[in-house]
């Protein structure tokens, strides 16, 4: 389960299990997408401000600096540069910084409920 195909996080955090608890959206999340591989997902979020931002999810190693791995575990990192009034514009940036970290999402946004 090592070889990853996209450069969002370093392959030194490349899980070795599936996930062994169920994504679930964090705080503030208004839509999420997944990566076809479901390891990481990325959701369009709701600042206290009002704006919107974009995040990732991502299901991970950690290791030992031997690179032995010593756990898994959901990461979250925020993208910083994205602050916007528009929920539209949100999701394209989103998608397209997906793109360009080679992460291949679903075809469809889902919404919080």
């Known amino acids: ?6 450069s969002l996080f370093d392959p030194f955090m490349a ?3 599936a996930p062994d608890s169920p994504y679930t ?12 591989d479901g390891l990481i997902f990325v959701e ?8 919107f931002g ?3 999810v991502a299901w991970v190693a950690w ?8 756990g898994h575990g959901w990461w979250r990192t925020e993208r910083e540069g994205l602050v ?6 949100a999701c394209k940036v989103a998608e397209a910084h997906a793109r360009s970290k080679g992460v291949d999402l679903e ?7």
């Not at 389960?1 to 996209?6: E, F, L």
């Not at 916007?84 to 514009?89: A, I, L, R, S």
């Open 1 to 6: 389960m090592r070889a990853m195909s996209h």
């Open 15 to 17: 899980p070795e299990c």
């Open 25 to 36: 959206p964090t705080d503030r999340t208004t839509v999420w997408r997944a990566a076809i």
């Open 44 to 51: 369009v979020y709701r600042r206290a401000n009002r704006t």
């Open 54 to 56: 974009f995040r990732y």
């Open 63 to 70: 290791r030992d600096a031997g690179g032995e791995a010593v």
């Open 84 to 89: 916007t009034d528009e929920y539209e514009t």
């Open 107 to 113: 075809p469809a946004w889902r919404f919080v409920v």
